[in-house]
């Protein structure tokens, strides 16, 4: 007969609702609460719907308020799950209510390339999708030192466009590199108005929060076109990419720069302004 430990370890839980927040769904961190019958909810809803003074679930009247709940407390925290991220490598076990605060830094966090139909997607952080972008896209790149303030030129190409900005990269944590300013995409398109070019950066969960700046001037130095701007950052954790619309984009006018030309070179600046995690 299997001992009851066994048993335990080898449970299957039928309806993981059942130990969510009755009123945000959510699941509940201690202190949990409960009324008479057993209906529970989070602190925070507790809170809210105290003044109802009846259960959200069976209407009862709440006399005093919510109870705690120290046993569903006690299961909670009893309770791990493993990450989302294990398919791509993350060995971690956490309590549910955990699980999103631990999503936002997980170093195994997905990345899909942004191509459009590419099915590409890695939990081996930027580097594999660095090499992925290079070498069977075949996209344009250059790089910059990972400094307070750098630059360079490139000349961009319709389509997606790699600036990497730690070249020299190679520091490895649980397996996986730590890239603190990540890469930027620039995705240059033909429009009727001219070019536009759409700037993508891919962070790493701690990532540096940087200042950009592209330039263009005509060849013949009669036009310079200018533009510094702290772009909105992105963990590429979804298929398909940003929207272009939520992104930063840079027009370079026909007026300036006939369509027909193949390439559009461009200036490009980013300095160190501090860790992203730091704004919150």
């Known amino acids: 007969m299997a001992s009851s430990k066994s048993s335990i370890e080898n449970v299957t839980v039928v309806d993981s609702g059942a130990l969510d927040c009755g009123v945000c769904e959510s699941p509940p961190k201690p202190p949990i ?11 925070e809803c507790s809170v809210k719907m105290a003044a109802a003074e009846t259960c959200h679930v069976c209407r009862r009247a709440l006399s005093g308020g ?3 709940c120290y046993g569903a407390e006690h299961i909670v925290d009893c309770l791990r799950v493993p990450c989302p991220n294990k398919a791509y490598g993350c060995s971690t076990k956490l309590a549910r209510y955990d699980e999103s605060g631990h999503l936002q830094a997980c170093l195994f966090r997905p990345f899909h390339c942004p191509a459009v139909g590419c099915p590409f997607v890695t939990g081996g952080g930027l580097l594999a999708l660095r090499d992925h972008f290079i070498n069977t896209h075949r996209w344009p790149s250059t790089s910059v030192s990972d400094e307070m303030y750098s630059s360079t030129s490139m000349a961009l190409v319709n389509g997606f466009n790699l600036i990497d900005m730690n ?4 520091i490895f944590s649980c397996e996986i590199e730590i890239n603190p300013s990540g890469l930027l995409l620039l995705r240059m398109a033909r429009k009727s108005y001219g070019r536009n070019v759409t700037a993508i950066h891919i962070r790493p969960p701690n990532a540096k929060r ?5 330039a263009y001037e005509t060849p013949c130095g009669t036009h310079l076109l200018e533009c510094g701007f702290t772009e909105a950052s992105t963990d590429l954790s979804a298929s398909g990419g940003p929207s272009s619309l939520d992104c930063f984009q840079f027009v370079i006018p026909k007026s300036v720069q006939p369509l027909d030309a193949d390439t559009i070179k461009v200036a490009f600046t980013c300095s160190y302004l501090g860790n992203l995690d730091s704004e919150s």
């Open 66 to 68: 919510y109870k705690r």
């Open 167 to 170: 070249p020299n990269s190679n």
């Open 210 to 214: 940087l200042w950009f700046k592209l």
């Open 33 to 43: 609460f409960q009324c008479e019958v057993g209906h529970m909810v989070c602190s």
